[in-house]
T-cell receptor
Framework: ETGVTQTPRHLVMGMTNKKSLKCEQHLGHNAMYWYKQSAKKPLELMFVYSLEERVENNSVPSRFSPECPNSSHLFLHLHTLQPEDSALYLC????????????FGPGTRLTVT | GQNIDQPTEMTATEGAIVQINCTYQTSGFNGLFWYQQHAGEAPTFLSYNVLDGLEEKGRFSSFLSRSKGYSYLLLKELQMKDSASYLCAVSNTGKLIFGQGTTLQVKP
């Protein structure tokens, strides 16, 4: 595997379910990010991790819970989501935080029913 | 507040030149990025400007004027595969703030 991978690619879940999104980067980077991409809206930054420490939580509801066990892996745990949470969730990594090129994964298309 | 504006949609002809504009008003500035995103795919890096002026990379060029809060992406010799969304993003305090993206359709 190369670059940034995400699983699953598609996910349908009910509002009472609990699921997790997984991201893995094979680039040796120290910073990882979660973004939300909704139709007709800009990419929204959700969380930033630097060396496994959360450095940014962009006013995201607590029903989204990130976890970064090491610098290569990032999870987004989901529970009691709302239909408006349906979106494309993108993971990205960069060498460090700051004005550095970010490499994006293919995303997980989430539908909340 | 933070505000980044791009046109929502543009159409151009194969072989032509197109310029996609981006204006920004942000509390801080550490550089401006352009990304390309094909439908259903991940955004991929195109260019980065931190100083005023033009950066050229093959068929793509990007320009920045910090005093005007303005950037553009110039695509030359358009190809059908250039049909995609083009995202302008400003780096500020360690994070990227994205515009809504410009969807470019290239027609034969």
């Amino acid at each position: 595997e190369t670059g940034v991978t995400q699983t699953p690619r598609h996910l349908v879940m009910g509002m009472t379910n609990k699921k997790s999104l997984k991201c893995e980067q094979h680039l040796g980077h120290n910073a990882m990010y979660w973004y939300k991409q909704s139709a007709k809206k800009p990419l929204e930054l959700m969380f930033v991790y630097s060396l496994e420490e959360r450095v940014e939580n962009n006013s995201v509801p607590s029903r989204f819970s990130p976890e970064c066990p090491n610098s290569s892996h990032l999870f987004l745990h989901l529970h009691t989501l709302q239909p408006e949470d349906s979106a494309l969730y993108l993971c990205a990594s960069s060498q460090v935080t700051g004005a550095y090129e970010q490499y994006f994964g293919p995303g997980t298309r989430l539908t909340v029913t | 507040g933070q505000n980044i504006d791009q046109p929502t949609e543009m159409t151009a002809t194969e072989g032509a030149i197109v310029q996609i504009n981006c204006t920004y008003q942000t509390s801080g500035f550490n550089g401006l990025f352009w990304y390309q995103q094909h439908a259903g795919e991940a955004p991929t890096f195109l260019s980065y400007n931190v100083l005023d002026g033009l950066e050229e990379k093959g068929r793509f060029s990007s320009f920045l004027s910090r005093s005007k809060g303005y950037s553009y992406l110039l695509l030359k010799e358009l190809q059908m595969k250039d049909s995609a969304s083009y995202l302008c993003a400003v780096s500020n305090t360690g994070k990227l703030i994205f515009g809504q993206g410009t969807t470019l359709q290239v027609k034969p």
